[in-house]
């Protein structure tokens, strides 16, 4: 005997042995004949042969529904290890196939020639033609379904009545194999299915018009949704076997289950819109003084109205209006301080003045007495006297003069302190409207809002049972860059990385920097060998695009780890294992990608 090495030659000799030895394909006599032509022995087996019996599965053919259906019973046999089920199974399979092949299909060849000759009352040659045509398209690959339906037409050409094949479905085929007797009646239990076959093509035309029409309409922003619906309205209108009606229900409860998911995050919109805009309205009644506090939150509406709506944008608005939001309130608090401030300081300047006004009112009231006195004076002890009184009033008004200068110069410095203050705080609210979330060396994500992404990336992978992979990159050489060419050329470096990665990675991709030189990616409904290659052609655009410093191009590689994200994941336990992938690229020789397995 030949030697036959792998599991699939030794199941298949194993077949053609019990076929020629006309053995039943029982379990125990499989197993026999299985050792002996493996070589080797019976008390080897295990208890339940798993091996050899899934080899016999993987062999066979899937090309029928019946060969299908038994593919599928086997392997649920072998998941229960049951060799009963197995055994019943494969025994009935080959009964049923011995009685197909046993049917007589000579004679009723010959019958349908002989009948397809003869003339009958009220059947054309051009009615039989239509009525096998119509047959032999809607009738599958089972050779006892179309042994049935030509026996059923043959009979209904020999009693010489019109032949209602066209209008039969499969379900109909048995009773009129079963029944010969009740023929004369069949006319009578066909007006049914007639009519049903007269409204068929109504019925696909109306789910036809409804998919191109109503449905299409609704999901016009989803190209590829609503070019799925116009194929399913072809297909609908050009259903006219049961194979294919069967095969259009399958593809519209698939559309079917898109349309859910479609109609979950457009929910998730609305509310998302309808939150975003609640707090925009709420921090109206925060805003003080200058409106150009609102062209950070403006331009952010702006932005996501300008371009099709995305959770993901809406979210990421939402978090930077709230930290607006935090940062205008304490504006508004150091403000009303500075206004109460600059209100206490008037109030006293004014008191000043008018306390000077008073001063200066006496002096020239003081004065013009003194003038007086000193045209009336007689001799010159007179005037010593008027004298001492106007030096001693030009000395009150000077003080009070160099008093208020005093208080007004202290008074100014403190308006001056007040208006840096205001200054520096409105300074933090524009930074506040354009880099919430952000790093503000890279413009990427900072690590709040990697984990606020992370959180809903992850919830939005788990309603949809999609995969989302995380990558870790980590700058190659980075401290000898720093070191050689200085700390403002590193960070120019970290800049050059994360703008060359925002322009490679898709929108719904998500960069943040993790810290130092180390940067998080997000992807969303890729798996991991889509993500790793994702991450190589990175690293080839990050070889195209070189850094420049002082006019010198200057190669900058990464490192990284890749890891999709598992059911029982937390942030910490993903990134952990990205980091160990990343690491094991370090040490395979740098500017690598490994995905942790």
């Known amino acids: 005997m030949p030697s036959f090495n792998t599991p699939n030659e030794i199941a298949r000799e194993t077949f053609r042995l019990l076929a020629t030895r006309r053995i039943a394909p029982s379990p125990e006599n499989y197993q026999t004949v ?8 019976a008390a080897d087996a295990d208890a339940f042969a798993e091996a050899p019996l899934k080899a016999i599965l993987q062999s066979m053919p899937r090309a029928t529904p019946g060969q299908m259906r038994l593919a599928r019973e086997l392997e649920q046999s072998i998941k229960d290890e049951n060799l009963e089920s197995y055994r019943n199974t ?30 009958h009352a009220g059947t054309t040659t051009g009615k039989k033609r239509e009525a096998l045509e119509h047959l032999f398209s809607s009738t599958g690959s089972n050779a006892e379904t179309l042994y049935n339906r030509l026996q059923s037409l043959v009979r209904s050409w020999s009693q010489g009545g019109v032949s209602e094949e066209t209008d039969l479905v499969e379900g109909d085929i048995p009773a009129l194999a079963t029944e010969p007797d009740t023929a004369p009646e069949k006319s009578t239990s066909a007006k049914p299915a007639s009519r049903a076959s007269e409204l068929l093509p109504q019925l696909r035309d109306l789910l036809a018009f409804a998919l191109e029409n109503a449905v299409a309409a609704q999901i016009a922003e989803d190209p590829e949704l609503a070019s799925q619906a116009k194929e399913l309205a072809a297909t609908a209108r050009k259903a006219n076997s049961m194979q294919a009606i069967d095969e259009l229900l399958t593809e519209l409860k698939r ?11 457009r929910t998730e919109l609305r509310q998302g819109l309808l939150h975003l805009l609640q707090l925009v ?7 003080v003084i200058d409106d150009k506090w609102l062209n950070g939150q403006i331009a952010v509406l702006r932005d996501i109205v300008s371009h099709p709506l995305s959770l993901r944008s809406i979210d990421d608005a939402e978090r930077r209006i709230k930290e607006v939001v935090y940062k205008q309130g304490q504006l508004k608090r150091s403000l009303v301080e500075a206004q109460e401030a600059l209100k206490t300081m008037l109030a006293g300047f004014v008191d000043h003045l008018a306390n000077f006004s008073d001063s200066t009112s006496d002096y020239h009231d003081k004065i013009e007495v003194c003038a007086q006195k000193i045209s009336a004076a007689k001799d010159i002890n007179e005037l010593a006297d008027v004298v001492q009184d106007v030096m001693k009033e030009t000395r009150i008004i000077q003080f009070n003069a160099q008093r208020s200068r005093d208080e007004l110069q202290t008074t100014r410095k ?50 949809r049972k999609t995969p989302l992979c995380v990558a870790l990159l980590d700058i190659d050489n980075f401290k000898k860059l720093n070191d050689s060419l200085g700390h403002d050329a590193g960070d120019a470096a970290l800049i050059h990385l994360a703008t060359v990665t925002r322009e490679t990675m898709r929108p719904q991709d998500t960069v943040a920097r993790f810290g130092g030189e180390e940067f998080i ?22 070889t195209k695009k070189f850094f420049l410093h002082n006019n010198e191009k200057q190669l900058i590689t990464f490192s990284a780890g890749v890891t999709q994200i598992r059911p029982d994941d937390t942030q910490p336990s993903v990134i952990k294992r990205a980091d160990e992938s990343m690491y094991a690229a370090k040490k395979s020789g740098k500017n690598r990608v490994v995905s942790a397995p």
């Not at 559309?255 to 995050?265: T, Y």
């Not at 990616?521 to 990050?542: N, S």
């Open 34 to 41: 299985y050792h002996e032509v493996a070589g080797t022995s």
């Open 90 to 119: 494969l025994t009935r399979f080959i009964e049923e196939q011995s009685a197909v092949e046993s049917l007589p299909w000579g004679e009723l060849i010959s019958n349908l020639l002989r009948e397809w000759d003869t003339n």
């Open 255 to 265: 559309f079917a289950f898109r349309l859910e998911l479609l109609a979950d995050d």
């Open 281 to 287: 309205i709420e921090n109206i009644s925060e805003l």
């Open 414 to 463: 403190r308006v001056e302190e007040t208006e840096q203050r205001i200054s520096e705080l409105q300074g933090e609210l524009d930074k506040a409207s354009t880099l919430v979330r952000h790093d503000q060396l890279t413009g990427a994500l900072n690590r709040r809002g990697l984990e606020e992404a992370f959180e809903k990336e992850t919830a939005r992978a788990n309603r």
């Open 521 to 542: 990616i997000l992807l969303p409904d890729t798996p991991i060998e889509d993500a790793k290659k994702a991450v190589v052609r990175l690293q080839r655009e990050l």
